[in-house]
């Protein structure tokens, strides 16, 4: 079996890896592969409860040996191989459930990682479309302050324009309202005129009658 577990060390380093360093396409093929294995998730701890099993067995055989070696003071050539084998393939177990734990962390995180990737894509493109929009309001603002300043312009010029108008009319009015005092003074002046003409009239015509008698 030590074959075996070296092989599953060596495939578990060799994803870590990947997982650790982006290599083109390689970390999104790997990622794929281990989201299928987690789909399994009964199999995958069926594997691990076998081999923590194993190594329990290893475990309890390394103690045996151990414990023989010590009631006869040594341990014989046979009892050493077979404790050095049990110990290595114990170490190995043991460095596989924790690289498999390790696999499992690191896909776990980078799967948090993608979607949060994914999510502050959406906030920049959000983000950027509210700057868009409020670039497009600010135009808009200029461009309305811009016409106010038009009209506001306009309406003091046609202000003006007819505040200067009604002044000459008022200037006119004035004027005309003076030469019409002054015809109604003159009107008034003939009308005296006149009344003492009549009265002359009358005087002389009758001295005319006082004479004809």
């Known amino acids: 079996m030590i074959p075996l577990f070296f092989i599953v060390v060596f495939v578990e380093s060799v994803i870590a890896a990947i997982l650790m360093v ?7 093929l790997v990622m794929k592969g281990l989201d299928q294995v987690k789909m399994r998730r009964a199999t995958v701890l ?19 040996i151990q414990n023989k070696g010590a009631k006869h003071g040594t341990m014989t050539p046979m009892d050493q191989v077979l ?11 043991v460095f596989s459930l924790f690289l498999g734990f390790i696999l499992d962390r690191m896909h776990h995180y980078m799967q948090n990682l993608i ?10 493109l959000e983000i950027e479309k509210l700057e868009k929009e409020k670039q497009q309001l600010k ?17 003091s010029e046609n202000l003006n324009k007819h505040k200067l108008e009604l002044t000459e009319k008022s200037k006119l009015i004035e004027t005309a309202e003076t030469h019409v005092a002054s015809l109604q003074r003159q009107t008034a002046d003939l009308l005296l005129e006149y009344d003492r003409l009549l009265e002359d009239n009358q005087n002389l015509q009758n001295h005319a009658r006082g004479y004809k008698r």
């Open 22 to 28: 982006e290599i083109g396409p390689l970390r999104e």
């Open 46 to 64: 069926t594997v691990a409860g076998t081999i923590f099993v194993i190594l329990l067995s290893n475990l309890f055989s390394i103690i045996k």
């Open 83 to 93: 404790w050095r084998t049990n110990l290595l393939e114990a170490t190995l177990m």
């Open 115 to 124: 979607e949060i990737r994914g999510k502050t894509g959406s906030s920049k």
């Open 139 to 155: 135009e808009k603002e200029e461009k309305a302050a811009a016409e106010v300043k038009r009209l506001q312009k306009e309406i």
